[in-house]
């Protein structure tokens, strides 16, 4: 099973068509809908187990790590960064949900380390308002998941702070790297 089917070639064109990619995506849901069954499970995940990842295409989550549907939560964002939003999803899913532990996942090669907070200057100047978000750029990504195992350990509104793990995912080797929370 492929995870990504290829992308229509363009008759020479270096641009994809508006909405392309998005009526194949529809094609193909169209197909696992005729297959498809209710597994008949709720949205409490049965490893109780909340992740927190990158919104990298690279990352193939369930896969590495032996996850299959309905194992966990899954939040994803660009650097997989423990944002307002993050905790919020997390407080969802302790508070509602069950969940008891929080695994973090960062990875090699991120995006947001070539970034700076003069993204979102450049942003205002461009459409003449400013983001209301922060970039939350790093260049130390051992650093950067240190920090996100803090914002969730220290969060009032999660109670369950105990089990908060996090990682570093290699995009050549596709193995995790334990971060020492020190």
């Not at 309905?70 to 919020?88: E, F, S």
């Not at 195992?149 to 596709?174: A, I, N, W």
Request: contains cysteine; charged residues 25%.
């Amino acid at each position: 099973m492929t995870t990504s089917a290829p992308v229509p070639a363009d008759s020479g064109n270096a641009t994809i068509r508006p909405g392309m990619v998005t009526d194949r995506l529809v094609e193909a849901n169209q197909q696992y809908a005729a297959a498809f069954t209710d597994p008949g499970m709720d949205a409490r995940p049965v490893l109780h187990v909340a992740v927190v990842a990158c919104m990298d295409a690279r990352l193939d989550l369930h896969g590495a790590l032996g996850l299959s549907l309905g194992d966990c939560h899954t939040i994803r964002n660009a650097g997989g960064v423990v944002t307002d939003d993050v905790i919020r999803s997390l407080t969802i899913s302790q508070r509602a949900l069950g969940t008891r532990s929080v695994v973090l996942i960062h990875h090699t090669g991120c995006g947001l380390e070539s970034l700076t907070e003069e993204f979102r200057h450049e942003l205002e100047m461009e459409v003449g308002q400013r983001p209301s978000w922060a970039v939350e750029a790093f260049r130390d990504v051992d650093q950067d998941v240190r920090q996100s195992m803090r914002r969730v350990r220290t969060s009032p509104f999660l109670p369950h702070t105990d089990d908060v793990r996090g990682f570093v995912f290699d995009v050549k080797t596709g193995l995790l790297r334990e971060i020492d929370p020190a």
